[in-house]
């Protein structure tokens, strides 16, 4: 892992010191937003040195773009994604490129993304929605965006890859198996955060022993899981009954229960948080802008119509164009997963003069990508939606827009993770009005994913355009009893 590029140097924020580097300027909390600050004006390649450990940023379009290039680079995994392997192994997002069960496994689980299993899955995630405003019409405060989005994205996973419920939208605590991941992903995070520190096998050893009992309890829940699936006659065709019941077309390979196991914890955990960002940073940037949230309405209102409990067939999702260019410009911003490690296959010169050995990783800083000024322009800072209508997107430079990663390696679940978002957004702005408190700035959390913090929304009761004002409760004789959805919202 340790990461010399033939002792070549780059450029570097001031301050550097002996034997710790340029460890103290680095927010241990926020470092990929300090890492943003430091590396502004540094140019497209830059260097921080923590303790030992070098790490090389690239946050030039450009140059993000030639390590996008499938021939001469491939995925590299960064210390943070060496660390998650303690807890998903070889799952799909951290197995090692030539690892077989990489292969084995997106070979299977690609027949889980296609169209005819999205169409499988758009009930699902509808229900799942439905549940949360249930929750939402009985409740009187301001939702917190983030959390609520969270158990909506988790239960929308767990329901549709593994056919597990975890009954988010029903427990005042959330089950158990949740905080023990969160656990378990801190732990992780944190032996890969002093992964260059002196006294970091002790640091490491200590924290393993404190995560002992979480990880035990997620195992054997898991395990379970798969014996209980194993032992029933169903064959569910979700994703693990892909994983259990489906040998390799050519090979006649079958995954292990262990690597079953680590993709089961790949999927819930890349299959929820980032979406669930995505989701946030959307509502955020729509909510903060009337003439934003206007357009929005006008097109949920125009797809849905005047009722505002009807659901989206599967076939409309894609009509929601505007909705897609706010996803889509959140994620340009605050791309949830906000980077990816390349290496190159074999010995290679950069354009900016570099020699790179197959040894060597840098990581692709997102955001900075993503706000670079030479394809984005003088505003690239600002929230603007229309970015994306193909008039202007025509000509950009290619691979200069990565939210979900490049290559071979890239996100198995965009289009699981796209649907979901734009069902999510067009209900919540069909149904409700949304109102944010005009004093909220925001401010993001770092976990492995981007978050908004703190960013609260009050939900009323939205008349869509064209609808009869409601009746009141009282008068109301039709559809009394089934309806506990409409009840009115206070505050
Ligand atoms: Mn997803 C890989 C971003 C939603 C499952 N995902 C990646 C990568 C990025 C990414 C970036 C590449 C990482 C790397 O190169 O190291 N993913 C996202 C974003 C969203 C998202 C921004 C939502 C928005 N991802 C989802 C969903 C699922 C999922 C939903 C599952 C249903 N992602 C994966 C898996 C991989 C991945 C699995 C690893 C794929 C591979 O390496 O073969």
Sequence with gaps: MLNDWSGQRFPHP?????????????????????TMRRGAELGPIFELKIFDQKFVFVSGAELAAELADESRFEKALSPALVALRQFAGAGLFTAYNDETNWALAHDLLRSAFTKDAMRRYHPVMLAAAQELFDTWDVREAPVDVSADMTRLTMETISRTAFSQDFGSFTRDEPHPFIPAMIAALRAGQRKGSFSGMPGARLMSRRIDQRNAHHQAYIDGLLDDVIATRRASAASDHDLLGIMLDTPHPETGARLDDLNIRHQILTFLVAGHETTSGALSFALYYLTRDPAL????????????????????????????????????????????????????????TLSTGHVMRPQDWALVVLPMVHRDPDVWGDDAGEFDPDRFLSERSRGRLAHSYKPFGTGERSCIGR?????????????????????????????????????????????????PSGANPPPSGAERTDAPSQNVRNAPLAG
């Design 293 to 348: 949230l206007a357009r929005a309405h006008e097109e949920v209102d125009t797809i849905l119509g005047p009722d505002r409990e009807v659901e989206p067939a599967f076939e409309q999702i894609a009509k929601f164009r505007f909705l897609r260019r706010v996803l889509d410009e959140g994620l340009r911003l605050w791309p949830t997963a906000p980077g990816y490690g390349r290496s190159p296959r074999e010995v290679t």
């Design 14 to 34: 001031p301050g550097r010191r002996p034997f710790v580097g340029d460890t103290l300027g680095t927010d241990a909390v926020a470092p990929l937003q300090s």
């Design 415 to 463: 289009q699981f993770a796209v649907h979901e978002a734009v069902l999510v957004l067009a209900r919540m702005l069909h149904r409700y009005e949304l109102t944010p408190d005009p004093s909220y700035e925001l401010t993001i959390t770092e976990r492995l994913t981007l978050m908004p913090e703190g960013f609260r929304l009050a939900l009323t009761p939205r008349v």
